[in-house]
């Protein structure tokens, strides 16, 4: 009788690629399907004098000042930025946490899993937010400057010729003041909390596929809660930063205290409840589209050191 042959599981870069296109099209999806909500986070974190009434009375108040349009304003940046950047994000912390696996081994590895989830995702987030970080100057330039430009296209050129490339880099450090500690945040909870509760479960192998994906959807979602407070305030900058350009000889480290001595601690967490229910949705929707991508392309070969 002749051998099954059984079907060979990605490896090297063809298992990365996958990791990278998965967490690719999750953060895409999400994160543009949330466009509104950020629409209004971003109102409220720049102008928190006139957008006071919360995130539904914000919803109105946009739709009443600039027309239900405005609500997907930097739509394009978001779709495009994120998808780069999930790829980035999840690609490199998947790679980063098998390097890290590799140079201390397993052992050592699982127990300390905390420090090499912090590590993994911190690494990635680096080069994830590289490639962010213009897309999102387009976006807030976009949403916080009504009619600067016509979408993505518009928006980013427009930067580009009367700024320079260095405009779309303005925002970098408080971009991975958020960026990074949101990242480790989100990650390091993530594998802490699905591996309580797949614990509590009996083990993530004895689960159906279902209700794999809602294990994952309620441990992103406590995660996302985590994540958002934690990078709250680096957000909020980071909206004020990309608001407009800075004054003539004014660099990015003088823009920062300034911002930061104006807004101040309360200032800071403007827009929290928002972003909350943001960050909590899209991260929740996050690991759930990244994990069924992940077995619909085979890559369900990475090395896992949770206990």
């Known amino acids: 009788m002749a051998a099954v042959a059984l079907e060979k599981k990605p490896e090297g870069l063809n298992l990365y690629a996958r990791f990278a296109f998965a967490g690719a099209v999750c953060c895409s999806i999400t994160h543009g399907s949330f466009t509104p909500v950020d629409v209004v986070k971003t109102k409220i974190q720049l102008d928190p004098v006139t957008y006071n009434r919360g995130m539904f009375g914000g919803f109105r108040q946009v739709i009443q000042n600039e027309g239900a349009g405005a609500l997907l304003t930097g739509a ?16 490199g912390y998947e790679f980063f946490k098998k390097q890290s696996i590799d140079l201390v081994g397993i052992d050592k590895a699982r127990e300390y899993r ?18 962010l970080c213009p897309l999102e100057a387009t976006r807030i330039r976009l949403v916080s400057q009504p009619g600067f430009a016509n979408g993505l296209i518009g928006g980013f050129s427009k930067i580009l010729k009367n700024e320079g490339v260095g405009a779309f880099y303005s925002g970098f450090g408080p971009i991975l003041l958020k960026q990074i500690p949101y990242t480790v945040t989100k990650f390091v909870a993530f594998e802490k909390f699905s591996e309580a509760i797949y614990s509590s479960l009996g083990g993530k ?32 900058m980071l909206s004020k930063i990309n608001k407009t350009k800075g004054l003539p000889g ?28 943001m ?23 990475g090395v896992e050191i949770s206990k």
């Open 76 to 91: 394009g940046p978001t779709f495009a930025g994120y998808f780069m950047q999930g790829g980035f994000k999840f690609g």
């Open 114 to 131: 905390g420090t090499v989830y912090s590590l993994s995702a911190a690494s990635a987030e680096f080069f994830a937010s590289i490639a």
């Open 205 to 236: 192998s004895t689960l159906s596929d279902g209700a794999q994906t809602g294990g994952n959807l309620g441990s992103g979602l406590l995660a996302g809660f985590a994540a958002a407070i934690v990078s709250q305030p680096a957000d909020t």
């Open 250 to 277: 004014e660099g990015v480290l003088t823009r920062l205290i300034k911002i930061g001595g104006e807004l101040g601690v309360r200032g800071s967490f403007a827009g929290l409840p928002t972003r909350l229910f």
């Open 279 to 301: 960050i909590g949705g899209l991260t929740a929707g996050q690991f759930a589209i990244y994990g069924d991508i992940k077995k619909a392309l085979g890559a369900t070969n």
